[in-house]
């Protein structure tokens, strides 16, 4: 996509991090926005922080909600006049190992990463049809080529968000439709205070840890994330890495494909428990 300007953008996840930058950055470019979140009060502030010039619509959707999400498509067509970029952003994750995780807590994290993302796709397609040029920007991770342990539910998402996303690409290619699949690594963002804090594998870690360590760990900017997501959908690019440490990942995961996961494996887990095998229960559950 040549240009940005008087494009209509709806994008998912626009209460924090990466959404709120992509939103505020994308009205620079001149695009009209039609944002998407659960957080309802961090939607408004999103919005207040943008140039009156803007022409905003924010809509409450849960991404895993396929109904609202259909809905939210035909609304924002309506609004709009229609629709030029979709960008599903929307995210959380968890900590627990596999085996000790509940059902319901696994399926939390999948379908909002994976369905989300799938339906948010599907029900913006047939409004892209309809423009000159269309684009979908999927985000996935850097846990969609490499995982990291007690983050089960959500490497298994963000590697079906990749699959989808190169389907799209070969589905979709010599059509009006572009799609960019988003791989950041760590990103200062509220991912880590948002997730679900089940069970670590690691005794002394707690909530605010886990919290603390990734805003250590995580070495990019959202501002910066999205600028680098802009540029990728002006130069149409298929796989975005985002980040030095997710350039980084991505080499030594082709050249040590089992031998990096298992050093990963090993110095993440240093001082932790095996799973115990009992299946974690949440207060009232059996
Ligand atoms: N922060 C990172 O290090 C990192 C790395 C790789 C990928 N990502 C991905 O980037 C995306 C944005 O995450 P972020 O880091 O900005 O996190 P964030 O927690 O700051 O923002 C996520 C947003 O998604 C919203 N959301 C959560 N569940 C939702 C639902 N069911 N329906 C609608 N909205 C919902 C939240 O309210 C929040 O506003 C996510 O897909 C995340 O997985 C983040």
């Not at 849960?62 to 609202?68: G, H, P, W, Y």
């Not at 200062?188 to 886990?210: G, Q, V």
């Amino acid at each position: 996509m040549k240009s940005l300007a008087n494009k209509v953008v709806a994008l998912t996840g626009a209460a924090s991090g990466i959404g709120r930058a992509l939103a505020l950055q994308l009205a620079d470019r001149g695009c009209h926005l039609a944002l998407a979140d659960v957080d309802a009060k961090g939607l408004q502030d999103t919005q207040a922080m943008l140039p009156k010039t803007v022409n905003v619509t924010t809509h409450s959707v849960d991404v895993s909600n396929k109904d609202q999400v259909y809905q939210w498509a035909e609304d924002v067509a309506k609004a709009h006049g229609g629709v030029d970029i979709v960008i599903n952003n929307a995210g959380v994750a968890s900590h627990c190992a596999i085996e000790d995780i509940n059902y319901d807590d696994f399926n939390w994290v999948f379908d909002i990463v994976f369905y989300g993302v799938l339906y948010g796709t599907k029900a913006f397609m047939p409004y892209l049809r309809q423009r000159p040029e269309g684009h979908i920007v999927n985000i996935s991770s850097v846990n969609g080529f490499f995982p990291f342990p007690g983050n089960g539910p959500y490497n298994c998402a963000k590697h079906a968000v990749k699959a989808l996303n190169q389907t799209l690409i070969q589905e979709l290619r010599g059509s009006n439709i572009h799609i960019t699949s988003v791989h950041p690594g760590g990103i200062k963002t509220n991912i880590a205070r948002n997730s679900r804090f089940i069970k670590s594998m690691d005794p002394n870690m707690n909530r605010e840890k886990a919290a603390a360590l990734f805003d250590k760990i995580a070495s990019t900017s959202a501002d910066k994330a999205a600028t680098i997501i802009i540029n990728g959908i002006l130069h149409d690019k298929q796989r975005l890495l985002v980040g030095t440490d997710a350039h980084i990942l991505d080499i030594l995961t082709r050249l040590f494909p089992q031998g990096f996961s298992n050093l990963v494996g090993r110095v993440m887990l240093r001082g932790a428990k095996p799973a115990t095998g009992k299946l974690n229960t949440r207060a009232g559950e059996v």
